[in-house]
């Protein structure tokens, strides 16, 4: 298990360790640009800034007043962007070769996979000057040690959210999420993914969301089986939709899409809840791709994004938790004091980030294969 | 005076440089690829994705190992059936009127039948999610006409991704049918007037044998791509219902089993080569029809 906990490094441990992390670097950056490494950490960008930056990210991840606000600070950037819609799609296509693109988001244990496969590029934190801003809590995090190869983004939890007016019955756990499908078929949505929806299944019997026991997985893969008949969708990008116009009643999802639908109007009478039971706490990542043909640009960007200012503005566009308090300061007070963005400790205590085993994953991608078929 | 081939020059060219073109086309894009996917079959997945070199059997016995495979295959022969039928049923209709009775509409009416093509598929096919959602046109429409109490719940189920499949693939049937049967020699049907058989029998025994290789072509056109349909299904389906070509792309993109996922490919390109097969075996009957029935 894996919790997000206040780490025990100070301020001063952690240049520290960010010294020795680029020390580790101007070796690793000495074959590409020597310039990089002889200039002082400010937010000018140091060495020739390439001319582009592409960036691989998923989709409405990014508001689009940030991008417009950093093309009228580099104007001489051509930015391109790209989407995913899950954490495995944006691997399979980096893995099967795909270059040119500069940066990605992955979720904490995609960061830990990619640092694993040897995709990603260790940050030059000397370029990243705003990264003092980021709260202590979120340096250190259990998927990259010391933040040698990400910066957080947004961070949140995944639940569910149900139609106040359409479920009549309480809705407070996966007990309830899974158990009252049958009573509402065909109105009922998981996410596109096996890491969310096997994982939930195992919640629903109190297990570890990280559980790799073949026991546990197969009492999942039960459950979801004969959860499936109720199944209205398998989606990870309609169910704000489907919610909406009523053509679903419940679904697994993101908090940041939950609060999205509380800021329509009019909005829709959708309640977000995370499950008793407890649930997934997830932290996005700014990572650099280590084939990035623009690494200048992809650090200058990402500095650009540490400002608290620049995040305060990405809380209103993504309505996700930022990891920085200064932001959190500016942001407005209905996003910074709704519980479904900022959980109380209470919530959050029982949440679990993701750490995958490759043996664990392949489980969970074969379940999800049965439960997609079934 | 020497006449000049039909063709002029091209027709003097020697074969291999006229095949050329399209031989390296496909051996770059069709043959080379198909090559990884087979060796691929042969080898094991690296942990989260990729391929490591290791020579494996496994994949193919993990076809069997579970029955979920063997259905999503059955799935897709069903709807690929199901589909290919639905488009012959409404197809064979509209290509007969076209063929004997629009007269001087037919041109126009052709056209119609290809204008769809003109937007992309994917933009059509997400115009039906929108058209038929329980809050869209449709469903307002139903509902005041009092035809509809209640949601019109069509979307996500097989019958929204048989509809979906039916509506991309129709032309494909329509037009090889609408060419046999213009070609149908209209005087074998006078013919069989005057010796008495009725219009049901003049249909079954002239106008059905006639067109036999139309129906196949068209068939075919349709069963082909409807066994490795992939959008369809993923949209109108809700990622729910489930074909094969789904559970390839899912091997491929987000279970990171491409080993499998090559091992799947090959196994539908043995049934379909089987299907083909079978298609020439009676095609082959169908065009020398038996005379004298």
Known sequence: MNRIKPSDLTRRDFLVLSAAASGGLILAACGGNAAVNNAAASETPVGPMENALSIYNWDQYLSPDTLKAFQAKYPSLQVTAATYASNEDMLAKIIAGAKGYDIVVPTGYMVEIMIQKGLLLPLDKRQLA???????????????????????????????????????????????????????????????????????????????????????????????VKFKPHVGAITSTDYKANLTNGTMYYSMGWNGDFEALQGQTPAPPVKYIVPKEGSELWVDAWSILKTAPHPVAAHTFINFLLDPKIEAQEAQ???????????????????????????????????????????????RDQIFSEFKAA | MQRPSPLGRLGSLPAPLLLAPASLWYIAFFLVPLGFVFVFSFLTSADFGGIEFKFSLDNYPQLLRSAVYLKVFANTLVMAFSGTALCLLIGFPLAYF?????????????VLLIVPFWTSFLTRTYAWLI???????????????????????????????????????????????????????????EAAKDLGAGRLGAFRRITIPLTMPGILTGCLLVFIPLMGEYVVPSILGGGKFFMIGNLIGDEFVSAHDWAFGSALGMAVIVVLLALIVLYFRVSRRASTPEMGL
Do not use: C
Request: glycine residues 6%; hydrophobic residues 35%.
């Open chain 2, 98 to 110: 076209l063929a004997t009775r629009a007269a001087r509409f037919k041109n126009l009416l052709l």
């Open chain 2, 131 to 189: 058209l038929l959602s329980n809050n869209g046109p449709v469903s307002h429409l139903l509902q005041q006409a009092n035809l509809l109490h209640g949601d019109l719940n069509f979307l996500y189920s097989y019958k929204a991704v048989l509809m979906g499949v039916v509506y991309n693939y129709l032309p494909l049937m329509v037009f090889p049918l609408y060419v046999s049967l213009e070609r149908l020699d209209k005087r074998l049907l």
């Open chain 1, 130 to 224: 705003n990264f003092s801003h980021v709260d202590a809590r979120f340096r250190n995090p259990g998927y990259d040690p010391g933040s040698k190869y990400s910066v957080p983004k947004d961070w949140g939890t995944t639940g569910f959210g149900y139609r106040t007016d359409k479920v009549t019955v309480p809705m407070t756990s996966w007990k309830d999420f899974f158990d009252n499908a049958s009573k509402y078929s065909g109105k009922v949505t998981v996410l596109d993914g096996a890491t969310e929806t096997v994982g939930m299944a195992l919640k629903y019997f109190g297990y570890s969301y990280n559980s790799d026991s073949d026991q546990e997985l197969s009492k999942a893969k039960d459950l979801l």
């Open chain 1, 317 to 363: 566009y993504t309505y996700y938790a930022q990891a920085e308090s200064e932001a959190v300061a500016l942001t407005p007070d209905a996003i910074k004091s709704d519980p479904i963005v900022y959980p109380t400790d209470a919530v959050l205590k029982p949440l679990e980030t993701r750490k995958a085993t490759a043996k664990g994953q392949k489980a």
